[in-house]
């Protein structure tokens, strides 16, 4: 069983910066593809991006803006959140799904293990 701790969010002003963790224990990450999404009150949870051994992908909404990445234990996902907007504000969920075990690895339903989430607002 996979336990992901997700941490890192916070208050920030609209073009601030902020890095969000995963730490993974009870599996082997490089057996996984790790993600990361987000849910806004009162919407539906949305996929913000996902690494696995075919790379990285974003939704377009982040792209140029968010950058996913694995440490070299392969044990703590990151994402890091630049110019950050308003819309942005959202707890944010990291997650992962046995690597090819998925569709859609920016889809909340393929994913197998979730954190817990760590909330981010973004004040204009």
């Known amino acids: 069983q996979v336990q992901l701790v997700d941490a890192g969010g916070g208050l920030v002003q609209a073009g601030g910066s902020l890095r969000l963790s995963c730490t993974a224990s009870g599996g082997t990450s490089n057996n996984f593809a790790l993600a990361w999404f987000r849910q806004a009150p009162g919407k539906e949870r949305e996929g913000v991006s996902c690494l696995s051994t075919s790379g990285a992908e974003y939704a377009e909404s982040v792209k140029d803006r968010f950058t996913i990445s694995l440490d070299n234990a392969q044990t703590t996902a990151f994402l890091q959140m630049n110019n950050l907007k308003p819309d942005d504000t959202a707890t944010y969920y990291c997650?992962?799904?046995?690597?090819?075990?998925?569709?859609?690895?920016?889809?909340?339903?393929?994913?197998?293990?979730w954190g817990k989430g760590t909330p981010v607002t973004v004040s204009s």
């Open positions: 997650a992962a799904v046995v690597e090819g075990d998925y569709n859609d690895c920016l889809r909340p339903y393929d994913m197998d293990y």
